[in-house]
T-cell receptor
Framework: DTGVSQDPRHKITKRGQNVTFRCDPI?????LYWYRQTLGQGPEFLTY????????KSRLLSDRFSAERPKGSFSTLEIQRTEQGDSAMYLC?????????????FGPGTRLTVL | QKEVEQDPGPLSVPEGAIVSLNCTYS??????FMWYRQYSRKGPELLMY????GNKEDGRFTAQVDKSSKYISLFIRDSQPSDSATYLC????????????FGKGTKLTVNP
């Protein structure tokens, strides 16, 4: 079990550019979550997938954000026309929803800095 | 009122002390409760998971949930400098996305 992995770990971009992050969940986990964490705050929910279906999106997820999980495996989170307010740590978590298990396991995060 | 309240600290204790970390919440639908440890610039690491009320112990860590008071606690016995981190409480309810709602985190420093 290699855990949740995220790539890249750090991304510095200029305002207005597009960025894409990747998350690989724990292999048998059918649920995948994206959260965003800013300095001094706890993670905030952005969106989640059950298998390949995106089933819920937070109001925090503006139209500039899009997430996909093709074939129910890895997921990507794209931010278009980045703004300085998008600077944050983007965290991915996965869980196995069967048998009443609710624990979510997080990856190391992608730290985004928008200049 | 935020759904989950957690004192951000910082909290500084000597090595070997018993540490008590707490969160309160307002949503009575929350059924499962977790504590995560987060080192600087790293992802959260799951420490303890509790479903409904009661206590759970794992080594030096004890998690308590009092649903009647909407209050959860994490106790760390014989604290070590390696326990220095930010501790996040998180909770959720069954059904739907089962997304987690987090507290702000409490920054703990254990001094040798």
């Amino acid at each position: 079990d290699t855990g949740v992995s995220q790539d890249p770990r750090h991304k510095i971009t200029k305002r207005g550019q597009n960025v894409t992050f990747r998350c690989d969940p724990i292999s048998e986990h059918n649920r995948l979550y994206w959260y965003r964490q800013t300095l001094g705050q706890g993670p905030e929910f952005l969106t989640y997938f059950q298998n390949e279906a995106q089933l819920e999106k937070s109001r925090l997820l503006s139209d500039r954000f899009s997430a996909e999980r093709p074939k129910g495996s890895f997921s990507t989170l794209e931010i278009q026309r980045t703004e300085q307010g998008d600077s944050a740590m983007y965290l991915c978590a996965s869980s196995f929803s069967e048998r009443g298990l609710f624990e979510q396991f997080f990856g190391p995060g992608t730290r985004l800095t928008v200049l | 009122q935020k759904e989950v309240e957690q004192d951000p600290g910082p909290l500084s204790v000597p090595e070997g002390a018993i540490v008590s970390l707490n969160c309160t919440y307002s949503n009575s639908a929350f059924q499962y409760f977790m504590w995560y440890r987060q080192y600087s610039r790293k992802g959260p690491e799951l420490l303890m998971y509790t479903y409904s009320s009661g206590n759970k112990e794992d080594g030096r860590f004890t998690a308590q949930v009092d649903k009647s008071s909407k209050y959860i606690s994490l106790f760390i016995r014989d604290s070590q400098p390696s326990d220095s981190a930010t501790y996040l409480c998180a909770m959720g309810s069954q059904g739907g996305s089962e997304k987690l709602v987090f507290g702000k985190g409490t920054k703990l420093t254990v001094n040798p």
